[in-house]
Nanobody
Framework: QVQLVESGGGLVQAGGSLRLSCAAS????????MGWFRQAPGKEREFVGG????????YYADSVKGRFTLSRDNAKNTVYLQMNSLKPEDTAVYYC????????????????WGQGTQVTVSS
């Protein structure tokens, strides 16, 4: 089993920044990667970005490209999502997820999920 714990959410004004962390513990793995998803009230869960454990290749949704940056600390089994220039439409619960498969946009690729952290961006 893999346990994922997110932290770093909160309330921020539009244009501000937040950094989310996702710490993995348990039977972690070196293949696959981690993804971040978000879900706003009444909307489907959507892919925000992902990073592979090997090589650190990153992937981003078009809506966050240029504003969000993923990084990882393999020694700490932790992935970070730096969110800059936040907009009210970024308001959602953000989830990290782990996959032993390839990083991709489909939630079904990810077997392990964190509990989520709320991000609220005020206008």
């Amino acid at each position: 089993q893999v346990q994922l714990v997110e932290s770093g959410g909160g309330l921020v004004q539009a244009g501000g920044s937040l950094r989310l962390s996702c710490a993995a513990s348990g039977r972690t793995f070196s293949s696959g990667g981690m993804g971040w998803f978000r879900q706003a009230p009444g909307k489907e869960r959507e892919f925000v970005g992902g990073i592979s454990w090997n090589g650190g290749t990153t992937y981003y949704a078009d809506s966050v490209k240029g504003r969000f940056t993923l990084s990882r600390d393999n020694a700490k089994n932790t992935v970070y999502l730096q969110m800059n220039s936040l907009k009210p439409e970024d308001t959602a619960v953000y989830y990290c997820a782990a996959t032993r498969l390839r990083v991709g946009v489909a939630p079904s690729l990810y077997a392990y999920w964190g509990q989520g952290t709320q991000v609220t961006v005020s206008s």
